[in-house]
């Protein structure tokens, strides 16, 4: 009978269940074609049952037909309707199934009956040579309570294979959750180095209080695997009064086993491990003091008091001193403000950049009265600090006192001013600035040119003008180059003017700002200017020259 599989699937329609299953085991048993044996196998099992007549005929069928894709179907096949029965066929014939799907299946369908009557065989599938089947045996062997299975599925552990770690370490952990612990302990003592670094492991994932005593025997380990894994395990299950025991892996020799430690007193969280942290804080080892530093935050976050850490800053090594204000920001010690203001003025940069940071992350983009203070106060450091603060903030209702402090004696305190102002990035900000550059103080005008320049304002256009009149050299070259960045500028004549300026400075601003607006126009004035004495302003109208026109010789 040659049929495709759309034409069986018609042909058994209002056919009699015996006479279905018959046409279909006898398609299954004579045809050549492939695809056609595993329609039929396929219609097979869409009925709720067949009967007991026909498994003898099943099973001939599975044992004589090896194609991979047919078997898959028949283990589906005699799973549903042939249950125990069938599985024990099943398991008689793994051993026949060449291909490694076939078995993987095969080993999947045995939970379809009652595991504990699978154990035995589920350990022998685990030396099965694919991968994925012996990882479903394993898969398996961890939902059954098999105090048996727990020494073979150890023993996996010598082979080192990284496709099936998490998977034998989750099954064993199963196992040993189901009272089975003792049968875990019992590979204490193994020789095996590579299944005794993984017993701390499953021992840690376990959870057990009962395993406290072997963890804190593995500490003592010469092996540094086996005393990171069971520092690491003991992380859940230590007494407090046993921390004493991982305090001494903070000297361990192994920067892995030191990291770990350090990582597990934070989370286990003991105020006995706050000093021999606050000695590794003086460590030069940046990723060290870092782990450190975070251990410490989880032990102060559940503390009321932080005074530890003031002592700390107070003290004489940078590196903790550092670290230790990094962490009252963290903390957001909100009683650290003044505090931390204090430290401005220390000689040290990175602590004052510490201060600075740690300050920010207390204040949260929130003004704090302290910090208007301390504009006002001696240090200059102090002074400029805060000012970035507020920059930071970008509190409109501060740029007044920002204003303020470009008039600064000092040029940091000045420049950070200008800085925060830009950062603004407000009408307000221009405004300030176009009326500062009337101020007969130079310091002023210069300040605000320079917000002008960094700004880029065409409302400022005017007032920028009349600086390129201004007597102070430095002003009238930073308002050519402020106008220079400005576009649509009506004229470019106030430019030609100062290329005849006696300072190269105004020159070489004034050639830039042409430069930046580039216009034609301003060829022939720059080639004018070529035979200047200054051999930089030469350079720089040769650049602008191209700059505007790569073709500027054609107008000579």
Known sequence: MNL??????????????????????????????VEIKIKAADLLTQYDEIGNTY?????????????????????????????????????DQYKNCKDGTVRKFLIE?????????????????????????????????GKTDASEAVKPLIDMFHFRNIEIY??????????????????????VDTEDLYIKREIPVILGKIKSKESEKILLN????????????????????????????????LKDQNI??????????????????????????????AKIRNLAKNALYKIFNKSKSFDPLYEIVKGRNINARREAIKLLGMLKDVNAIDFLISIFNSKVASIRGSAYRSLLKILDNKIDNKIFDALSGKSWKTRMFCVKILGDIGDLNTIDQIFNLIEDENGSVRKAAIDALIKFDSTEVIDFANKALKSPNWKTRRAAVKILLRAGSKESFNSLISCLNDEDVYIKSWAAMALGKLKDIDSIEPFIQLLKENDDKIRISAVKALGEIGNKDAIKPLIQELGDDNWDVRKEIEKVLNQIDPDWMNYL
């Open 55 to 91: 498994f003898q005929d099943i099973k001939n069928l599975f044992m004589n037909d090896h194609h991979p894709q047919l078997r898959l179907k028949l283990i589906d096949l005699i799973t549903k309707y042939y249950q125990k029965e069938g599985i024990d066929f099943l398991k």
């Open 256 to 285: 892995e086993v030191k990291k770990e430690t350090i990582r597990v007193l934070g989370n286990v969280g003991s105020k006995r491990a706050i000093s021999p942290l606050f000695e590794i804080l003086k460590e030069n080892d």
């Open 109 to 141: 369908m045995v939970e379809q009956g009652d595991l504990n009557d699978s154990i035995q065989f589920l350990i022998e599938a685990l030396n099965d040579s694919d991968f994925e089947a012996k990882k479903e045996a394993i898969t398996l062997l």
């Open 166 to 187: 998490n998977s034998l370490i989750e099954a064993i952990v199963k196992i040993g959750k189901k009272g089975n612990l003792q049968s875990i302990n019992k590979n």
């Open 4 to 33: 495709n599989p759309e034409q069986l699937t018609e042909k058994i329609k209002g056919m009699e269940l015996t006479e279905t299953v018959e046409l279909l085991l006898s398609i299954l048993s004579k045809s050549k074609t």
């Open 218 to 249: 593995f500490l003592k380990d010469k092996d540094s695997i086996i005393r990171k894994n069971s520092v690491r395990a003991l992380e859940k299950i230590i007494e407090l009064n046993n921390v004493k025991h991982i305090l001494e892996l």
